[in-house]
């Protein structure tokens, strides 16, 4: 554990021979992940972030028309929207109890949840995709309006980190496939379960914004200044 | 399990047997370092040859027939992007950075080796990706290296077409790789340091490259989100960007986009890349500058304060940048205010660095010439970036020469003075031999003069009001035909300074192979680079057993010491040890 003040604060002219100044560094394959895994989310944070931002300095040109609102608006009625978040709920929380069985050395059920959140995961992409197909048969192509954009923009962006986390998991699974130990996993699932919480956290965000109705977005786009 | 960056039997990590995994798919730092590097060269000196046909044709206009106003254009661009970003970033991080880390910290290598790997590859693909832009119909963009839209992607800007295509494509690869490999830089400096190195026993370099890293891992996605979103406006006709518009006669299909939102965006990533490069310039010259004065550097603290100071204070300036886009006079004044107050971080290394040489036992070596030289051109450059933040001397100043003046001289020439000061310091380490002394001391001369001798005279013409990105002045009333004498003179001082460049690589080349032998640690250097088993060190970096640190890597001159520099792996003796405590 770093922190930060102390560490800025220490005189590194003074020579100590002091045992604690000379630890030996206690480093393992998990730790190191965590630490990147913490940067992976800042980067990925800022990067969801910027486009938020845009997408509210957008909303106030006058040919910004939000996809919720008016009756004949697609996301006024949220219903498909939560069913497909429900699909990423169910994935992030049978990650959730893949890493519990694991913990409990069950092999079975970790690989029975590992199993379903993939599963999940691959189902809210497929129903992402389905509602793109929605949108634009309803005359809701990308370039009509800076809204559809920021839509298949901002679906597309989130879809991708989802198909990244997939590949990592997959890596995993291979490697722990190889060892044979379910205690081996727990660790390094942890951290697969922690992006996929993030990314839910980050569909949320979109979520709320794409469903906001004219007056929400102004008001959080003047919060912003714009 | 121990990961294999720090463990001490390296059993675990196999050596690579084969010329392939040695030398091409290497995931060693060190190799990983050095073909970063060459890389970032070759293409740097792409950007040099642009830029010497650019002042061909301003000091000589008319006398080149190859040379247009389109291509003069696609020269600056190309130019401007390729320095900052493919040049320097890839120079100073993906080099310097990976070869640095593991070996001034005492790992075996990154933490993820794979991964680093895959960095480089990638940054490759990104150069190709880049370079391939010169050889499609209508050539590469020649929308400026700031990209600005709605003109970017219309006609009548040169490669509007492919060229901007291929420009942003690469731009993405870039930061796909640098953040494979800077993920790598900040989890092993947070991880993977050897016993006894603490944060603050770091060598200022190592600061300098991680905080740079951070800046960069969140700077970077802004450049992403822009290039992602001016991508689609160019190729699907969104308008993220691009406003209602009449082009060629012409009403286009987008709608009221924002060209200042790009603005926003491409500075809040534009002004942290400035320190992106400049930091690990800051820190690797404080440790020449140290070094080769045999002095403790002054003020190490405060050294690290005001490098995570710069690095905070970076993100809340970029508008300085726009402040011919015009805003509200508050915001103005807000980013004039936060431009002038990251002075103060910045002025306080200036002194630090002179204060390290007060007294010191100077050595003229090569490597200090040039961190001397970057004292001088970073002061300079850093003078006249006071003026520019103050929006009512930007205005009229901002897209004349003294605006090329003053970005070169602070972020062009001044990084690349520190880059000559690491390649001569760090070369006896990384090829295990000596450079020629009188070959360097020569291309430091006609570096150094040179580079006043091009950049003195700009600043003067860009008060005169001679234009930035210009083909050629035409006829104007307010520029006395007397400035196209000082181009025509600086002009001939670009040549020198590129050819006076074949020396800096012949002799390279020739030590390569011809040089002497260098001596185990031949500057005297304390930090754990220098003190490993093997000149250029092995696979693994440490032989069977890691480095200890005692010390911090700046025990110079220690009165009462045998020699005049304590290694930061020598143990501390009691003597020394009450004498530290009372002090
Ligand atoms: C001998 C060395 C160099 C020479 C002679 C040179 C010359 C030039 C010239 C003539 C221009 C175009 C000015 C204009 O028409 O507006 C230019 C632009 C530029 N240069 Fe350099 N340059 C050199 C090195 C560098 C380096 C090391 C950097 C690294 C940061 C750099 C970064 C830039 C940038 C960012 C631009 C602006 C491009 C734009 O306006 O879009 N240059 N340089
Ligand atoms: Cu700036």
Redesign the pocket.
Known sequence: MIRPLQTLRQKPWLTQASEQLNLIPEVDSVAAARIALRFILAVVGVLFFLFVITYLARSQYPDFQSLAGAPWQPFTDTSRLWLNTSFLILASAAMQAGIWSAQQERQNRTIGFVSAAVFFTVLFLFAQLQLWQQLSQLGFYISTNPANSYFYLLTAVHGLHLVGGLIVLGYLASKTWAVDSVTAIAKPLQLCATYWHFLLGVWMVLFALLASSPQTINALAAMCGF | MQHTAIADQIDTMHDPDTFITKYVWSQDHKVIAIQYGLTAVFVGLVA?VL?AL??LQ?GFPDSFDFIDPNSYLQF??M??MI??IYL?TALLLGGFGNYLIPLMIGARDMVFPYMNMLSYWTYLLSVIVLLASFFVPGGPTGA???LYPPQAILQGTPGYDWGIILMLASLAIFIIAFTMGGLNYVTTVLQARTHGMTLMRMPLTIWGIFTATVLGLLAFPALLVSAIMMMLDKVIGTSFFMPALVSMGESLDYTGGSPVLFQHLFWFFGHPEVYIVALPAFGMVSDVLATHARKNIFGYRMMVWAIVAIGGLSFVVWAHHMYVSGMHPAFGFFFATTTLIIAVPTAIKVYNWVLTLWRGNIHFTVPMLFAIGFIFTFTHGGLTGLFLGNVTIDLPLSDTYFV?AH??MV???SP?MVLFAAIYHWYPLITGRMFSDTLGKAHFWFTFLGTYA?YLPMHYIGVLGVP???FAMGDTDFIPESAQTLNASITIS?LI??LSQLIFLYNIFWSLRYGEKAAHNPWGATSLEWQTKDVPPHHGNWGDKLPQVYRWAYDFSVPGAKEDFIPQNHPVSPEEHTAGEAS
Do not use: E
């Open positions: 040099l830029s650019m002042r301003l600056v661009t130019h401007g320095m900052v320097l400026g290296w700031t090329v970005f070169h972020m062009g020439v690349i091009i930035r990105r210009y670009a300074v590129g």
